[in-house]
């Protein structure tokens, strides 16, 4: 195709659809019908952006959005060029609709802190449904527990070594064997690091407190992504720090917001979790990254990049921010919890230069260091040679479940219901209309023996109604509790719509 005739876009500047999708559906049409071919290259981002006189971050939005969907990549310093499509992706559809094409982007205004978090009561509430029988809990974080009897046994070989090592209190930093093999396993995921740059910490809830309480005072901002982790949102809460929320599109945060807001409110820290998030799903591109880290250098913010579901992607992934970090502004944690076992309790934060001798102080004023025993257990694990076994069958479970959900939520959910398509990671992000009373449908549903995270929890103020569904479940609880849900969202659906009519008929005749 003429390269003059790929810049000739027909933008929409009163259209409902933003500038960068209608950049994304243009260039999505033109690699999907094959007028640009494998190996094409994009118009570069200057120029494109001057030609139709858009903002060069619409165009990074655009061009993020479909190397998410795996239409294009970036080659360091050469540009964009046409992928060859990947059909796996492109085929599993959310309403006939493709997983960036969903257009995972409701409406949203920027928030504001207003406090009021219920990760505690929202965790507690989880926690209980786990003693109790006859509950598909579809809210909480929690993993399948899978492979727990080799756990087991490689958990007996760890105890069973003279316990000399594991008796004393130990360094804050964690074991070094520890994080000579953390260090080995991050290497695999593009991200190179010294085990003098790592610390063990208590699950990666730790690493997000010592993080935050190290960046942050009362009174300070944060930049969040809403939706986003309402685990983080209370740590900020708590600290007194004020917290703006910058709206979650399908390719990661909107960046033209956070540039607005940089340079208004100049934050103290972005928190991002930039792979397989919780509780969209959504992992984002090289490119968002890229851009996102080079805001946060003009404006000389540092990022706290959450990974913790790092581990359970079902493809190979994206280097993390921190791989691309040359100034240290980005504190990188992640865990074992959603990968291994929760009540290990093992987590690890990255923190280069200055920063790392002042978080290991902090760390061991916290509580000393992470438990010896549990240290040796991962330690262990890690030096059998099976925890790449064990990530794949759990992967492979994953991706059963998930298109489980996939399907049963085809077939029992109204329309008007949207949800996104998540590449690995345990959480699914269901979007529902404004009317839809959420509260009242996630009440109904726990006295169905159906629970479900209320979308409110993980804003920092209102959002719109959603619901978070844990997937990694077995399929015939995915069925049984999925149906319900869709039959009671059903129900809500014709008592809106009576609602409306009715208050139409009520409306005096103009
Ligand atoms: C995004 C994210 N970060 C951190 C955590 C904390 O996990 P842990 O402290 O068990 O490592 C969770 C748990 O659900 C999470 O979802």
Request: glycine share 8%; proline share 4%; aromatic share 8%.
């Amino acid at each position: 195709m003429e390269r003059g005739k790929l810049v000739n876009i027909v933008l929409s500047r009163h259209s409902s659809q933003p500038v960068y999708q209608q950049i994304h559906n243009h260039f999505s049409r033109l690699i999907k019908s094959g007028k640009l071919t494998p190996g094409q290259k994009l118009p570069s981002i200057r120029t494109l952006s001057q030609r139709i006189r858009v903002n060069k971050l619409t165009i990074i939005q655009a061009y993020s959005y479909l190397e998410a969907d795996g239409l294009i990549y970036a080659r360091q310093g050469a540009g964009y060029f046409v992928n060859r499509v990947v059909a796996s992706d492109l085929t599993l559809r959310s309403r006939n609709i493709s997983y960036t094409e969903s257009h995972f982007a409701p409406a949203q205004k920027v928030i504001i802190s207003e406090g009021g978090s219920s990760f505690f009561e929202q965790y507690i509430a989880s926690l209980q449904a786990q003693h109790t029988t006859g509950i598909i809990d579809f809210s909480s974080g929690f993993p399948r527990s899978h492979g727990v009897d080799n756990l087991q046994k490689i958990a007996k070989r760890a105890l069973a070594k003279p316990l000399d090592n594991l008796f004393r209190y130990d360094f804050p930093e964690g074991q070094l064997i520890l994080r000579q093999q953390i260090c080995q396993m991050l290497l695999q995921q593009g991200l190179e690091v010294l085990p003098e740059e790592l610390i063990i910490t208590s699950g990666s809830e730790q690493g997000i407190s010592l993080t935050i309480n190290y960046y942050l005072q009362r009174g300070d901002w944060a930049i969040v992504e809403t939706p986003t982790y309402h685990g983080a949102l209370s740590i900020l809460e708590n600290i007194g720090a004020k917290v703006i929320g910058i709206p979650m599109t399908g390719a990661g945060m909107n960046l033209e917001l956070l540039e607005q807001y940089l340079k208004s409110h100049r934050p103290k820290l972005i928190y991002t979790i930039s792979t397989l998030h919780n509780p969209t799903g959504i992992t984002t591109s090289l490119t968002h990254r890229q851009e996102l880290l080079r805001l946060a250098q003009q404006y000389e913010c540092p990022i706290l990049e959450d990974n913790a579901y790092e581990g359970l992607n079902f493809d190979k992934g994206t280097a993390p921010i921190k791989a691309l970090d040359n100034n240290n502004l980005v504190t990188y944690i992640s865990t074992f919890s959603k990968t291994l076992m929760p009540g290990l309790r093992v987590g690890y934060m990255v923190v280069t230069g200055k920063h790392y001798r002042e978080l290991v102080k902090q760390k061991a004023l916290h509580d000393m260091h992470v438990s010896t025993v549990s240290q040796a257990i991962v330690s262990e694990y890690l030096a059998s040679g099976q925890f790449r076994r064990h990530l794949n069958r759990l992967q492979t479970h994953n991706l059963q479940s998930r298109n489980a959900m996939l399907q049963a939520l085809e077939s029992y959910f109204p329309e008007a219901v949207t949800w996104t398509i998540p590449k690995g990671g345990l959480f699914l992000w269901a979007h529902l209309p404004d009317s839809f009373p959420i509260q009242a449908i996630c009440k109904e549903a726990l006295a169905q023996n159906i629970l479900v995270a209320n979308g409110a929890a993980f804003f920092p103020g209102v959002g719109y109604p959603a619901m978070r569904l844990n997937f990694s479940h077995n399929i015939e609880q995915i069925e049984i509790g999925i149906k319900t849900l869709g039959n009671l969202l059903k129900k809500y659906s014709s008592l809106v719509a009576q609602a409306s009519l009715v208050a139409q008929a009520g409306k005096p005749v103009q």
